[in-house]
């Protein structure tokens, strides 16, 4: 019995003098609006910026998570109160850094794979690996040409395998 | 006046020239060829022998070339730029922007063909 669309046919009560055709629906091609919202999103600088944003915000979780952490030193003068505004204090600058940090690990390994994939056109894991080499290479460059060279290695790997694992989970 | 079965045909610009000559249309071909630089409606030669059914037939002719460019051009890209594995059902960017060139060289190509064709005298 098909239903009321006419499109979904049960196999078992399939009747041939009753049996509808799938009804064949024009192909409806996008609107120039539609298209334009999409082509936002294609856009390297708007994707970047987002990334950016999105690691600020995970940044900013890190830090109060890891400010809850971190004991004061003159634990035994300070009164509770004291206590506790240190402790804030201590969690807002820790998240404050690292938030940036993070901000800047999303733009820089964002805008890198935005580039290297328009200019390849191609997808594929190359464009994950090139850009955590460059984000990696980036964060630690201020170590030397050594630190940067195992800062590459060392977030491409970890780029890699979180890419296979979203891809594995999606 | 789009058939079924456009895709299945093997229409291209050598068999539109042959059919145009049949007709006796005579430089009205280079209706079809030179529309490719934009010129479409300019070069309807004001001769008084065009009738109703010869402009139909033209158009006729123009509309089929269309689909076929059409379909053929997405076919190729198609075949080009999209990886067989499908992963989700969105572009993504690299797609996209292999699709942005590979029409745009498909859509050049064609005009300069169009333009060697309709310019008389082919270096064959």
Wanted: hydrophobic share 40%; with cysteine; glycine share 10%.
């Amino acid at each position: 019995m098909a239903d009321g669309s006419g499109k979904a046919i049960e196999n078992g009560s399939l009747n041939p003098t009753e049996a509808e055709k799938p009804k064949i629906e024009p192909i409806r091609l996008p609107s120039v609006e539609e298209i334009r919202g999409q082509d936002i999103w294609n856009n390297c600088a708007v994707r970047s910026v987002v990334s950016g944003v999105m690691g600020g915000g995970i940044g900013i979780f890190m830090g109060l998570f890891l400010g809850a952490l971190d004991n004061p030193l003159m634990q035994d003068e300070m009164t509770g109160r004291q206590q506790f505004i240190y402790q804030a204090k201590q969690m807002g600058r820790r998240s404050w850094s690292s938030a940036k940090a993070f901000a800047v690990m999303g733009l820089v390994f964002s805008a890198a794979e935005c580039v290297v994939e328009k200019a390849r056109a191609k997808h594929d894991i190359t464009n994950t690996v090139v850009a955590g080499c460059a984000t990696g290479g980036a964060i630690s460059a201020k170590g030397g040409p050594k630190a940067a060279c195992a800062g590459c290695a060392g977030f491409a790997a970890f780029s890699v395998v979180i890419e296979k694992f979203l891809e594995s989970h999606q | 006046m789009v058939k079924d079965d456009i895709l299945l045909r093997d229409f291209n610009v050598n068999d539109l020239i042959r059919k145009g000559k049949q007709m006796n249309l005579g430089n009205d071909i280079s209706l079809v060829c030179s529309e490719q630089r934009g010129t479409m409606a300019a070069n309807i030669s004001p001769a008084a022998h065009l009738d109703k059914e010869q402009i139909f037939g033209i158009a006729e002719k123009e509309m089929e070339y269309r689909v076929e460019l059409f379909n053929k051009m997405t076919h190729t890209c198609f075949n080009k730029c999209v990886d067989n594995r499908y992963k989700e059902s969105e572009l993504n960017m690299g797609e996209n922007s292999c699709i942005d060139r590979c029409v745009s060289k498909y859509w050049h190509v064609t005009n300069l063909i169009g333009q060697l064709l309709g310019s008389g005298k082919p270096p064959m």
